[in-house]
């Protein structure tokens, strides 16, 4: 079992940055591999960015790639998203995922556990 918590999350106006965090716990979090995901109002969540065990391989989905930057801290047991040039088609609640089994990538069936999420609003 892998509790997740985001936090980091709020109100910016566009070409501004926000930094979220994931805290995890119940599981050596240097074993698990974790995503970021967003779900905008009436759309599917889709993925985000997603960061391997080690913390050697990341991959971003193209609509964020060199905005988004994501990374983990082990011994905090935590994994951040940092977000520049925010844009107002960022708006979603964000969530983070993990994935115990080291095979997970883009696909949201793939990651067992889910944070709560937390709100990003980017204003015009």
């Known amino acids: 079992q892998v509790l997740l918590v985001e936090s980091g999350g709020g109100l910016v106006q566009a070409g501004g940055s926000l930094r979220l965090s994931c805290a995890a716990s119940g599981r050596t979090f240097s074993t698990v591999t974790m995503g970021w995901f967003r779900q905008a109002p009436g759309k599917e969540r889709e993925f985000v960015a997603h960061?391997?065990?080690?913390?050697?391989?990341?991959n971003y989905a193209d609509s964020v790639k060199g905005r988004f930057t994501i990374f983990r801290d082990n011994a905090k047991s935590t994994v951040y998203l940092q977000m520049n040039s925010l844009k107002p088609e960022d708006t979603a609640v964000y969530y983070c995922?993990?994935?115990?089994?080291?095979?997970?990538?883009?696909?949201?069936?793939?990651?067992?556990?889910w944070g709560q999420g937390t709100q990003v609003t980017v204003s015009s």
């Open positions: 960061i391997r065990r080690n913390g050697g391989l990341t």
């Open positions: 995922a993990a994935d115990l089994t080291g095979l997970a990538y883009q696909a949201t069936r793939a990651y067992q556990y």
